[in-house]
Nanobody
Framework: VQLQASGGGLVQPGGSLKLSCAAS????????MGWYRQAPEKQRELVTL???????EYADSVKGRFTISRDNTANTIYLQMNSLKPEDTAIYSC?????????WGQGTQVTVSS
């Protein structure tokens, strides 16, 4: 399984970005898909995840600003990020848990700065 993340970049505080993660396999088979991020000198943290049962979770720090969605026909998940803050600066990686195994994408850099 390969996960290809894209859509990162430099944005001003208060701006928006939409990340995409294309999977090389049918995402309907995934138990869990989501996004993690890792800021410099910090541990990787969960941003959001969605399950095949339709459950969605968000980190408290992004609730109300970030939205995860999926296009099953395109085998792609998205992360819409609004009202971005400098503390959102990190490498964002997509994640899949399927058939008892975890897979990670290579990550895309998001930098929020004026």
């Amino acid at each position: 399984v390969q996960l290809q993340a894209s859509g990162g970049g430099l944005v001003q505080p208060g701006g928006s970005l939409k990340l995409s993660c294309a999977a090389s396999t049918n995402i309907l088979s995934a138990n869990i898909m989501g996004w993690y991020r890792q800021a410099p000198e910090k541990q990787r943290e969960l941003v959001t995840l969605t399950t095949n049962m339709g459950d969605i979770e968000y980190a408290d720090s992004v609730k109300g600003r970030f939205t995860i969605s999926r296009d099953n026909t395109a085998n792609t998940i998205y992360l819409q990020m609004n009202s971005l803050k400098p503390e959102d600066t990190a490498i964002y990686s997509c994640y899949m848990f399927t058939f008892g195994r975890s897979y990670w994408g290579q990550g895309t850099q998001v930098t929020v700065s004026s």
